[in-house]
């Protein structure tokens, strides 16, 4: 298995087994930076027309962030 290169995003896919190793506060602070990131990234794309990572990227964020919050739903919702 090859690592990324440096300075290259490597994104967290939250499985079960993850999530038994993940707290409450944890995953509520992972669900806050990737809500962060998604609409830094969302505005760069749609607004700015001037986008920094590639699609492939953005969905592995999506995706992240979509698992996390239905792994942990309360915290999810405690954000807004």
């Known amino acids: 298995r090859r690592l990324p290169r440096k300075g290259a995003l490597v994104c967290f896919r939250a499985t079960p087994s993850r999530k038994?190793?993940?707290n409450s506060a944890?995953?509520?602070a992972r669900?806050?930076?990737l809500r962060a990131e998604v609409a830094a990234h969302?505005?760069?794309y749609y607004r700015e027309a001037r986008p920094e990572i590639s699609d492939f990227v953005y969905d592995q964020l999506k995706r992240?962030?979509?698992e996390l919050e239905a792994a942990?739903?309360?915290e999810a919702a405690a954000l807004g």
């Open 64 to 66: 992240e962030l979509a």
């Open 26 to 28: 944890a995953a509520t």
């Open 31 to 33: 669900i806050a930076e």
């Open 20 to 22: 038994l190793r993940m």
């Open 42 to 44: 969302d505005e760069r």
């Open 72 to 74: 942990w739903p309360a």
